[in-house]
């Protein structure tokens, strides 16, 4: 009786997936425990890629956005984030948001994706990290370095750009001298030519499908 409960549980969770994403489902219930668990499984791992599509489409936003006027709130982005339920880190989640609604927008491209990723570091972060200041710097630091090289022409407005994620992320005024040193070492990192070429293509076939879609 049990399996049949959380069987049906299941199928209502597919079901509001595939209306949301206008895909199909397994009409069937599942039989086995085995079978529940790959469901549920796959369930999962849709929630968490909608929940990260999601996320990062509302970084973007505001990082894009006027100062103060950005297009979805300091709390949509926090509850998205991993420590929604941890109190001492969304506090700190909140701040590195808010800090970004009252700047100025990034104009250019490549200095917005930077911050854009610096941002959801700190978002995507476990709680525990969050909290420990050298912990979110080095995890702020490592995602910067995972994005492509901005022309030399804003490489610094990109790094004084990150380190004002860090300020806010850590909740000091100014970052220490070794710390730019590393941020700026992550921004002027040479670029990944596969994967940059990788990144472009998928970034071509994300805008036709949301198209098709009609995002």
Do not use: F, Y
Request: aromatic letters at 0%.
């Amino acid at each position: 009786m049990r399996l049949e409960d959380l069987a049906l549980r299941l199928q209502a969770v597919e079901a509001k997936l595939a209306t949301l994403t206008g895909t199909t489902i397994d009409t069937d219930a599942p039989a086995t425990i085995e079978e529940l668990d790959q469901r549920l499984s796959a369930v999962e791992a849709q929630v968490d890629q909608m929940i990260a599509e999601k996320t990062q489409s509302h970084i973007d936003a505001i990082v894009a956005a006027p100062a103060e006027d950005a297009p979805v709130s300091v709390e949509d982005v926090v509850a998205l984030s991993a420590s929604a339920d941890h109190e001492q880190a969304a506090a700190v989640v909140a701040a590195v948001v808010q800090a970004q609604v009252d700047a100025e927008p990034v104009e250019h491209e490549e200095v917005a994706d930077i911050v854009a990723a610096a941002v959801n570091a700190v978002v995507t972060a476990d709680p525990e990290v969050v909290v420990d200041a050298d912990a979110i710097t080095q995890v702020i630091v490592n995602a910067v370095g995972e994005m492509p090289a901005p022309t030399p022409e804003v490489e610094d407005d990109a790094a004084a750009a990150v380190a004002d994620v860090i300020a806010a992320a850590t909740g000091v005024e100014e970052i220490d001298p070794e710390v730019h040193d590393d941020i700026m070492a992550a921004v002027t990192a040479p670029a990944d030519p596969e994967l940059d070429a990788i990144q472009a293509r998928l970034e071509v076939v994300e805008s036709k499908v949301d198209s098709l879609l009609g995002k």
